[in-house]
């Protein structure tokens, strides 16, 4: 009698720990293929408050397109390798027949399984798993799972974790009935720096055209307009520092548009007007190369970009040469001839890339160290791919600076370019120092198609899209100028990066080419002007 006391005992205690929600209700499951979409994402809120863990199989499933229906409809079951089984209990069943009918998902729906499977992850043990979910549930509008939310919160350890997770709390009682919610939301809210967050405040706040407000409670819009104000003071220094980095980003790629042609046309005074298309031979040498990396070397393919400097640099500066010594070097002193012939090589040479690679453009993959970036406050991210380029146009001019300032062939084109004809009287030979200026000059182009090849697509008209710019970097600059090259390149660059938030990018360029045509009105040479005898030839 004694043990049949301490038996009926224990199975009461194991019935007392037993949660209520042990198992699913068939009904609830069977909703998730109804027609109406309402019906459905019902269903898909009432099991995420179940917090069962059959639950999450369930919508997992649902998410995967594996939950069916059987039996004319009358029960749900997951499919697997041709095999079914109960979607509430788990039970195998067998084979999957043949009339089972797929639950399809629209958008709308798989949008908000995205929700309700992150509100069921939120118990997961990896500390990642829950930061996913609880980032996941801040775009969420599921009233339902704001309990959830608020008992993870009570028992979540991890800082990162619980930062995210009370302002996902704080996002849904924005939705609340409850004004008194709202408020204590809107300003639990005012330590987000998330571009949504940042959004639902502007648009409590903002009068609609009809003169009210989509917050019909003036306290709480109150409160939401003091956290939308300290959001903005708070992510006013990260947009200004972006705006500084976007500038040197756009400055440091016009700089290597623009440092081929300081040479070719500042120093050498030739109109080039095939410069755009150096980098564009440029950019689809790094293209052939990676290539050939991807077919032979696909276990260097991260290191592509290093072999395609020296070829891109090697191509173009033949290629220079054989234009300097073929063509240019008989219209020397006749920069009309000049600028139509460069011109019309030019054009061959896109028709020839056009022959050669097709019409459409081809796409450069960023090695994976060059992918991906550094992520700010608000949601903002500075990409790897452009903080390198910056670090290697200064690599490049500097490359150039020692090239002509401390090098023998360097002493030669800054002879050559003050007083040729005492240049040549010295023994200098004046014809070779042109090819070999010609071809650095083409070559530092190159080396830009390479930067610019990580950054966009690579096509036959990439060049046009930068010769004019590359010219007015020169021209105000000052020609023949490297330093008034990098100050005219990072500041344009700079300059149309803060114009673009108030007036657009087509404006903000027009209004750009209007400054420096006025600048030159008033300072023909530029910013910096050559000095000494050079100056009066």
Request: charged share 15%.
């Amino acid at each position: 009698m004694r043990a049949l006391i301490v038996r009926l005992l224990a199975v009461l205690l194991l019935a007392l720990h037993v949660p209520a929600h042990a198992a699913l209700e068939p009904a609830l499951v069977l909703q998730l293929g109804a027609e109406e979409s309402d019906t459905r994402i019902e269903a898909i809120r009432k099991l995420v408050a179940t917090e069962d863990a059959r639950a999450l199989v369930v919508l997992q499933a649902m998410s995967d397109d594996a939950l069916a229906l059987v039996d004319g409809g009358k029960r749900a079951v997951i499919v697997a390798d041709g095999k079914i089984s109960d979607a509430t209990t788990g039970e195998a069943l067998g084979d999957a027949p043949a009339d089972a009918d797929s639950v399809i998902i629209n958008n709308r729906l798989r949008g908000e399984l995205g929700a309700a499977l992150a509100a069921l992850k939120l118990s997961s043990p990896d500390s990642g798993v829950r930061l996913a979910a609880a980032r996941e549930l801040q775009g969420s509008d599921n009233e339902d799972a704001l309990p959830i939310l608020e008992r993870a919160l009570a028992k979540e350890s991890d800082a990162d974790v619980k930062s995210i997770l009370l302002l996902a709390a704080a996002s849904l009682g924005l939705k609340s009935p409850d004004a008194g919610k709202r408020l204590q939301a809107a300003k639990a809210l005012a330590d987000s720096s998330d571009p949504q967050v940042r959004q639902l405040l502007a648009t409590m706040v903002t009068r609609q055209k009809d003169g009210s407000y989509a917050e019909p409670d003036e306290g709480v819009r109150a409160t939401a307009a003091a956290s939308l104000n300290e959001i903005n003071n708070r992510l006013r220094t990260t947009e200004m520092m972006l705006a500084l980095f976007s500038g040197l980003s756009l400055g440091s790629i016009l700089l290597l548009a623009a440092l081929g042609l300081a040479i070719t046309y500042g120093l050498m005074g030739i109109i080039n007007m095939a410069h755009g298309e150096f980098l564009m031979i440029g950019a689809y040498a790094t293209w052939v190369v990676q290539g050939i990396f991807r077919t032979h070397f696909p276990g260097a393919f991260d290191w592509y970009i290093v072999a395609a400097l020296p070829v891109a640099f090697v191509v173009t500066a033949v290629i220079g040469m054989a234009l300097e010594r073929g063509v240019l070097r008989w219209l020397y002193g006749r920069p009309l001839e000049t600028l139509l012939t460069t011109w019309g090589v030019s054009l061959l040479l896109i028709q020839t890339c056009r022959t050669l690679f097709g019409a459409q453009n081809v796409e450069v993959e960023n090695p994976s160290w060059l992918s991906g970036g550094i992520a700010l406050a608000g949601g903002y991210v500075m990409p790897y791919n452009r903080i390198v380029i910056i670090f290697f146009a200064l690599a490049v001019l500097f490359a150039v600076w020692a090239a002509i300032n401390r090098t023998r062939m360097g002493l030669f084109v800054r002879g050559v370019t003050q007083n040729r004809a005492m240049a040549s009287c010295t023994g200098v030979p004046t014809h070779r120092v042109d090819m070999m200026t010609f071809g650095l000059g083409s070559g530092v182009a190159g080396l830009g198609g390479v930067a610019l090849s990580q950054i966009g697509n690579v096509g036959p008209d990439l060049g046009q899209t930068y010769i004019v710019d590359s010219f007015m970097v020169v021209v105000l600059g000052g020609v023949g100028q490297l330093a008034g090259t990098v100050i005219a390149a990072l500041g344009l660059g700079s300059i149309a990066k803060f114009l673009e938030p108030w007036s657009g990018a087509v404006l903000a360029k027009i209004m750009v080419l209007v400054f420096i045509i006025l600048f030159i009105q008033k300072r023909p040479q530029g910013l910096f002007a050559l000095k000494g005898r050079s100056a009066e030839a």
